[in-house]
């Protein structure tokens, strides 16, 4: 009868996880800019009306997201708003969440890599008068 070869044991598998290299994690952006500038998540919660505010007050971008497809499907692309919008924003103060047939409103802070921040409204958020959908 012949003999079947042996397997590796298992202190070799253990030096062999240990020695592969480490899987590489390249992150994918939420979404992209007009410009083609990538943004990233910063948290994985939601922030509230007043941190937006405060962010946008410190120069973050704005841009809406009315039906929550990212961009895409029927609410492609979605609104960017242009400096003098967002003065404003400041100036009308927070903004309201609002429950709708899609979900409740919400903001989420993203990032650039080189720290550009924006606020994402997403679904049914009022901003003094510029966001508004009939």
């Known amino acids: 009868m012949a003999r079947r070869p042996r397997g590796a044991t298992f202190a ?27 943004y990233f998540a910063i948290e994985e919660e939601e922030i509230d009306p007043d941190r937006a505010l405060a962010l946008v007050a410190a ?11 990212l961009g895409h499907g029927p609410c492609s692309p979605l609104d960017w708003f242009d400096a003098r919008d967002r003065a404003r924003m400041v100036a009308a103060g927070p903004p309201l ?11 989420v802070e993203l990032c650039a890599p080189d720290g550009q921040a924006l606020v994402l409204a997403m679904l049914d958020v009022r901003w003094g008068d510029l966001m508004y959908r009939r």
Not at 97 to 107: E, P
Request: proline share 8%; with cysteine.
């Open 12 to 38: 070799e598998i253990v030096r062999q996880v240990r020695e592969a290299p480490a899987a590489v994690v390249v992150p994918v952006p939420l979404l992209r800019g007009p410009d083609g500038r990538a």
């Open 59 to 69: 120069g973050a971008l704005v841009a809406w997201d009315y039906c929550g497809g």
């Open 97 to 107: 969440l609002r429950d709708a047939d899609a979900g409740r409103g919400h903001l």
